[in-house]
């Protein structure tokens, strides 16, 4: 079977709403290399969507795999709990960056974890309101659909959404969007929209993923705490596309000194295996009555052994050190670029958790149309890239943390030569 016969049997058999980038089918993959089913190999630099940072298969991963297979593959934890879940969430309180008394609940989705945070923030607060960021990814379910600040595809079609959920912008140097105007949109929701009493939560993700990779300044970030702390708000930080040493710590929230009350995680904490979960303060996570969260699959035996592997492999192999200089040589090259290609107009990001926004020269306005074409220049040269960004102008880089250094200089000269004219 060849990729043209599989993707008119995907486009016979599937929907279209369900998108899809390559026109060419997954047959095997090692570490950062994907291997189709004609036998061509590429580089990974999309990782699943970030999922990947411990690489394809990694060896530990499989062990963990074989070895709870052999045990048993699902009880469902809410009739019969087991020891991998509950020292999981020791180890995720023991690592998340808030204060105080923790506790973990495990789910098997990203947009799953964010529900739920939601739900938490509520029941705690017994208030309605949410404030979400224009630029923002939390889901594709109605909730978070209704949190997610950008129309298209995610919310296309699809209203009406669930009801009091508020946006206000993200900072934006580049496009010219201060912390000061975001906080002073804030407070215009507060006198025009709803009062902050109440708000239960204020969600955010501090380096925005589907957004564009725009990351949080320190002063945003502390003037969330403040208003957080000043009108009984709980701060949920969505960590689900940063998490898991992309951002070189174990979480983009050690990058600040304030703290929040919740923080959501999902793709890279399992190693490619479902699994998704809530850190937050112990009072604030005990507010649901028994039976107020959960799900059928959640904290699946399986996701969990890989996400004990997952931990082991991010402590023993050093990959926070990793990010920091896998994204530092990056980094290096993208500014290079910029001399042949003036369309690349900021770089920005933390650790590996990189991206490069491309704008017309002449006008400053974004253009899709440059990223698309690099994006397709490198494809052809067999690195594969994603896109994202509110108006779609921007490329990611997510490679696996893992990848070998020779493999890395390699998609480091592919993008330099994407970026030629």
């Not at 889901?139 to 296309?156: E, F, Q, S």
């Not at 290079?336 to 958790?353: F, Q, T, W």
């Amino acid at each position: 079977m060849n990729n043209n016969q599989l993707q008119q049997r995907r486009l016979d058999a599937t929907p279209r709403g369900v998108g899809v980038m390559c026109n060419f089918y997954a047959s095997s993959a090692e570490n950062s290399t994907l291997t189709d089913v004609e036998g061509n190999r590429y580089i990974d630099f999309a990782a699943g969507i970030a999922v990947l940072n411990t690489g394809h298969r990694h060896p530990r991963i499989v062990q963990a795999l074989e070895n709870q297979l052999k045990a048993f593959t699902h009880t469902a934890y809410q009739i019969v709990p087991y020891e991998s879940y509950v020292s999981l969430a020791e180890k995720i309180n023991a690592a998340a960056p808030l204060k105080g008394p923790l506790k973990t609940a495990f789910f098997s989705t990203g947009a799953e974890a964010v529900e739920n945070a939601i739900k938490i923030a509520r029941a705690h607060t017994g208030r309605p309101g949410v404030i979400a960021f224009g630029g923002g990814f939390h889901g594709r379910t109605y909730m978070t659909m209704a949190l997610t600040g950008k129309v298209a595809p995610y919310k296309k079609g699809f209203g009406p959404f669930p009801g009091s959920v508020f946006h206000v912008p993200y900072p934006s140097e580049l496009h010219h969007i201060s912390t000061a105007d975001t906080l002073t949109a804030i407070e215009r929701l507060f006198k025009a929209d709803i009062d902050p009493t109440q708000v239960a939560a204020i969600i955010f993700e501090p380096v925005q993923g589907e957004g564009g990779f725009n990351v949080a300044p320190r002063e945003l970030v502390a003037a969330i705490r403040r208003l957080c702390d000043e009108h009984g708000i709980v701060m949920i930080a969505d960590e689900v596309q940063s998490g898991f040493a992309r951002t070189g710590k174990m979480f983009a929230m050690d990058h600040y000194a304030d703290q929040p009350d919740l923080m959501t995680m999902a793709k890279s904490l399992a190693g490619g295996m479902p699994l998704s979960g809530v850190v937050g303060k112990a009072d604030i996570m005990d507010a649901p009555a028994p039976g107020g969260l959960g799900g059928t699959y959640a904290g699946n035996p399986m996701a969990v052994a890989a996400a004990h592997a997952v931990l082991d492999i991010i402590k023993d192999e050093k990959l926070c050190q990793r990010a920091d200089a896998l994204g530092e040589r990056l980094r290096l090259t993208l500014t290079d670029c910029r001399e042949h290609c003036p369309e690349l107009a900021e770089v920005r990001g933390l650790g590996s958790m990189i991206a490069a926004e491309f704008c017309d020269a002449q006008t400053g306005a974004p253009s899709a149309a440059t990223a698309q074409r690099i994006q397709k220049a490198a494809l052809e040269q067999g690195l594969l890239l994603l896109t994202c960004g509110q108006y779609g102008n921007v490329i990611r880089f997510l490679y696996p943390l893992t990848i070998p250094d020779e493999q890395f200089d390699a998609a480091l000269k592919i993008i330099a030569s994407a970026t030629r004219p």
